[in-house]
């Protein structure tokens, strides 16, 4: 109620100080002192001292901010809350043989008889916390304001390292410095360099420790590094090298310990384990007759079966920082490009319109959707804003390549996001072996039709934001790593009865550089077209292939060339069955609980690169079945040739 009442900064501190006066803090704080002390428990009995005097201090520090201002009752208690919290006691020893742990470089402790410094690694010394201006920011401030704004980076880092210099100074008998060989992941880490500075001191010094060195009863003097030490020895005992004697003492030590008995359990566990995992119970497996599926989710489930059980069957939930993530921006991109494709397809002429035009038609497609964004990730800091900006040249760009790869060919847009499976849209039914069937959804980016007299073609285009070009790679196609594009060729073609497949392609969003020495705007303007051609698969039919705008890969005589990434009609046919058998067998492996350790490796690629539960699963290269399975290498026309021969 006073807070309340109060009319300025006196008021606010006048009634928190009745309210401690009102409950006895000062009187409570003596009594727990007094204990404290009859207790024999000195070290915190002085830290009970000096809370008072941070509390006072922290009243004077609130008189301060508040400059004569009125705090209302929530903004007090939260000044007090804060200055409460920031509260760091002193851990002075208050004997002549105290044990004192601390923070190197932060303990005030005079002279002690020795010191021993953990933790001496690589960075670990010298670092001082960031401040919020850069070295050049506070430097501008300082010179426009003329106010001092304190130390910069390098005075602070070069600061701290002296902190670190004065207590090692400290100790009068024995100083003992220790650094890890290893990181926790296992490389090689470096000592702090003020190891290597004290040895030039003392030459004579002698480094020990590290490993186990030979396997000594010093080196076993204790149950952890003994368990430590037995997990190495007793792995190499199993391959029929000889356990010591120090060693055997440990283990029967460990073994006869209460305590310790099942820390050597886990162990021996540890020794026998292998990386796999049995199949669900059907109870558990996701085995009704009818099922539904994204493409995506047996794209995991062909890259590893457990990585597909913990995201879809287990659904954990990640913490995800606040920011802007690759897929909001694919989506955004997507959302633009949709939303150009369908007011370009109104315009008189389109797809010939000059630069300007299409330039000028993205940036009012803009306008339009920042506001999805607006509590969101591209508004939230300036720097997000300067994202946000690449994020619009990059789709002003992708929509004049779009425009441009139209103009050159004879395909237009039939359909911009078309969904199958969702909401009103009818899936892609596959019938699965022994009963039921297995109902795929998803959303096509982009269907590009084309009549030639009484055949209709399809092209299928699907957007990627990514610096990188793809494309249909045959191995990936070969295990059902890449089905998306196919199945979506034969959503299509459910939708389309009679039509048939004319390409099937990757749509790079991207604003790439390039290196040239070319200073013809034009000609850059070619290179640049030239670098986001469209990847992927056309048909091997000359006609559709120029009405696709590829002329570049049609020879003199009308044929297509060697190197064109081509598919007869047959093969194009042969490719999408390929991938529908795929997916019903996927299908099935679920149905039947399998969630087997098993990522795929091809190449330098893995499916654990970039798997978000390596953690969960454990896998573990030295452990037994803990390896990837690496597939082969196979090129997109030998699949296609397989597949024509049956054994694909």
């Known amino acids: 109620q006073q807070l309340r009442e109060a009319r300025d900064a006196d008021g606010t501190l006048t009634a928190i100080w009745d309210f401690l006066r009102r409950i006895d803090a000062f009187a409570t704080l003596q009594g727990y002192h007094a204990r404290l002390i009859d207790a024999e428990l000195l070290t915190e009995a002085h830290h009970t001292e000096q809370v008072w005097q941070h509390l006072i201090r922290t009243l004077d520090q609130m008189h301060v901010l508040l400059d004569g201002q009125r705090a209302t009752a929530a903004m007090g208690i939260d000044m007090l809350t804060a200055g409460l919290s920031a509260i760091e006691l002193a851990a002075l020893p208050p004997s002549p043989e105290a044990l004192l742990c601390g923070q190197l470089g932060k303990m005030r402790v005079g002279q002690i008889r020795a010191l021993l410094v953990l933790g001496l690694g690589d960075g670990m010394l010298g670092s001082a916390d960031t401040s919020l201006f ?28 002296l902190d670190v210099l004065q207590a090692l100074m400290q100790p009068t008998e024995k100083l003992w410095l220790s650094y890890p060989a290893a990181t926790m992941r296992g490389a090689t880490a ?50 029929g090298q000889a356990l010591s004697d120090p060693l055997k003492a440990a283990y029967v030590s460990l073994r006869e310990h209460p305590l310790w008995r099942e820390a ?18 059907a109870e558990l497996a996701d085995n009704a007759p009818d099922r539904r599926y994204s493409i995506s989710r047996l794209e995991t489930f062909a890259a590893c079966p457990y990585q597909y059980f913990v995201q879809y069957g287990l659904r954990p939930q990640p913490f995800e920082p606040f920011g802007l993530k690759p897929n909001d921006l694919g989506g955004w991109y997507h959302a633009a490009l949709e939303a150009y ?33 607006a509590h969101g990730s591209l508004a939230d800091s300036a720097q997000a804003e300067a994202l946000g900006l690449r994020a619009r040249h990059i789709a002003t760009r992708a929509a004049w390549t779009l425009t441009q790869q139209l103009a050159q060919g004879a395909f237009l847009p039939s359909s911009v996001e078309a969904d199958f499976g969702i909401g009103d849209a009818p899936p892609l039914v596959l019938p699965l072996p022994g ?30 934001a990514s610096p990188t070009a793809r494309t249909l790679e045959g191995t990936r196609v070969m295990h059902g790593l890449q089905q998306q594009l196919p199945i979506y060729m034969a959503a299509a073609m459910q939708a389309v009865p009679g039509a048939e497949p004319g390409g099937l392609y990757y749509f790079r969003v991207h604003n790439p550089l390039i290196e040239t020495y070319d200073k013809d705007a034009d000609k850059i303007e ?34 297509i060339k060697k190197t064109a990434s081509a598919a007869t009609p047959e093969q ?37 690169e970039y798997c978000k539960w390596r953690s969960v ?32």
């Not at 501008?140 to 704004?149: G, Y």
């Not at 002429?349 to 920042?370: F, K, Q």
């Not at 996927?586 to 149905?591: L, V």
């Open 264 to 281: 050597l359990d886990n162990v021996l566990t540890g020794l026998r384990a292998r990386v796999e995992a049995e199949p669900l119970p």
């Open 572 to 608: 194009m046919r042969l490719l999408i069955g390929h991938a529908q058998n795929k997916a019903t067998n996927f299908a099935q492996r679920i149905g039947a609980g399998d969630i087997g350790i098993t990522p795929v490796r091809i190449g330098d690629w893995c499916a654990c």
């Open 435 to 464: 009963g039921g069937s297995l109902y795929l959804r998803g959303r096509i980016d982009r269907i590009d039709t084309w009549q030639d007299g009484g055949r209709q073609f399809l092209r299928i285009v699907d957007y990627k």
């Open 617 to 648: 699963c454990g896998i573990d290269p030295a452990l037994p079945g803990g390896s990837p399975r690496t597939l082969p290498k196979v090129k997109l026309k030998d699949v296609l040739t397989r597949l024509e021969e049956g054994n694909a």
């Open 341 to 373: 494709t369908r007011a370009a397809l109104a315009m008189p002429g389109y797809p010939n319109l000059p630069r300007a035009h299409s330039d000028a038609l993205m940036a009012e497609v803009l306008r339009g959707l920042p506001v999805e964004f």
């Open 134 to 161: 850069t070295d050049a920011e506070r430097a501008q401030v300082e010179q426009r304001t003329a106010a001092n704004l304190g130390m910069d980076d390098t005075a602070r880092a070069q600061l701290a390292r």
């Open 190 to 239: 470096r000592p702090a360099t003020v190891c290597a500075q004290i040895r030039r001191i003392f030459p004579g010094l002698q480094v020990e420790g590290g490993t186990l060195d030979d396997g000594s009863e010093q080196a076993l003097c204790a149950p952890m590094p003994a368990l430590e030490a037995l997990g190495p020895a007793l792995r190499a005992a199993m391959e």
């Open 526 to 559: 070619q290179k640049i077209l030239g670098e986001l051609k469209m990847t992927g698969l056309t048909t091997t039919l000359p006609e559709v292939v120029a009405a696709q705008g590829r002329a570049d890969l049609i020879t003199k005589d009308g044929e």
